[in-house]
């Protein structure tokens, strides 16, 4: 009878790994899909991890009108999922049970407004008890190189605000877009449905314009060291907001502009968008 070498030879170390792996059954698969949804159906783009330039060069047009657009690296060493549009009306409703102040029942696909900081937060604790993940507010890095999509320049689609890019600089019966919200039969008082505009190269809605997003992040000065995964200021006393609105001029549209408010505030021209957790 002949033996076969292999089996003779092999460790037994390695055979019981063999063995053992088969009784497991199939391993789960360590890639992560690129689009995800859950059962709200809210709808998240994968963001890769990266190193990107933070902040805006000192001859970019409208920069430091709220000031500390310093240029600095970031590194984000994990990937997330940002979620594809500004949570909706709908959304809110299907968490929370209830419309907002300003808002009737049906309204759908708009964004949410007039939510503050902490009203965010409280969203974010009842979406987590579902269980379909780990969510929360993205931190002002990741906003930033979620919106530039791997630009450089002041908008993510180039460097000249167009209005068909994006809903801004309006309000009922002014603003320099009127002429074109009138063909999409918008209303210029008020943001535009989720998804009117072109996503970003990334596939991101109105991560510019619509309405203002609020981050995780206290405001405050950057570190102009380059740094990995910063959460900004330990403490503080406003919550940054970042992306302009409807009523927004263009030079708040910029990628790396900065704004900020208390975090109690409810204001007509903020909204959100949440993250999840990759990882």
């Given at each position: 009878?002949?033996?076969?070498?292999?089996?003779?030879?092999?460790p037994f170390y390695l055979v019981l790994l063999v063995l053992l792996t088969a009784l497991a059954g199939?391993?789960?698969?360590?890639?992560?899909?690129?689009?995800?949804?859950?059962?709200i159906g809210m709808t998240f783009v994968l963001i890769p991890a990266g190193t990107f330039v933070m902040g805006s060069p000192e001859n970019e047009a409208g920069r430091d009108r709220h000031g500390g657009e310093e240029q600095h690296t970031v590194t984000l060493t994990k990937?997330?999922?940002?979620?594809?549009?500004?949570?909706?009306?709908?959304?809110?409703?299907?968490i929370m049970g209830k419309p907002l102040i300003g808002w009737r029942r049906g309204a759908g696909n708009m964004p949410v407004t007039r939510v503050s900081w902490n009203d965010c937060q409280k969203f974010i604790e009842k979406l987590n008890a579902r269980g379909e993940g780990v969510y929360r507010l993205p931190t002002e890095a990741e906003w930033e190189y979620a919106c530039r999509a791997g630009t450089q320049t002041p908008f993510s689609w180039g460097?000249?605000?167009?209005?068909?890019?994006?809903?801004?600089?309006?309000?009922?019966?002014?603003?320099?877009c009127l002429q074109y919200l009138h063909t999409l039969k918008l209303d210029a008082g008020k943001p535009a449905p989720v998804k009117t505009f072109a996503p970003n190269a990334w596939g991101l809605y109105d991560m510019q314009g619509n309405v203002w997003e609020w981050c995780q992040d206290w405001y405050g000065d950057y570190d102009l060291e380059?740094?990995?995964?910063?959460?900004?200021?330990?403490?503080?006393?406003?919550?940054?907001?970042?992306?302009?609105?409807?009523?927004?001029?263009?030079y708040d549209l910029r990628s790396a502009n900065r704004a900020y408010s208390h975090p109690s505030n409810r204001i007509k021209i903020i909204g959100f968008r949440v993250a999840?957790?990759?990882l």
């Open positions: 009878m002949h033996t076969n070498s292999t089996v003779r030879h092999t199939p391993q789960p698969s360590l890639a992560l899909e690129k689009t995800y949804r859950n059962t990937p997330i999922y940002m979620q594809s549009t500004e949570v909706t009306v709908d959304q809110w409703e299907s460097d000249k605000i167009e209005c068909d890019k994006a809903m801004y600089g309006n309000k009922k019966g002014s603003g320099a380059p740094v990995k995964d910063p959460t900004g200021p330990s403490e503080g006393n406003h919550r940054v907001r970042r992306g302009g609105g409807w009523a927004s001029k263009w999840r957790e990759a």
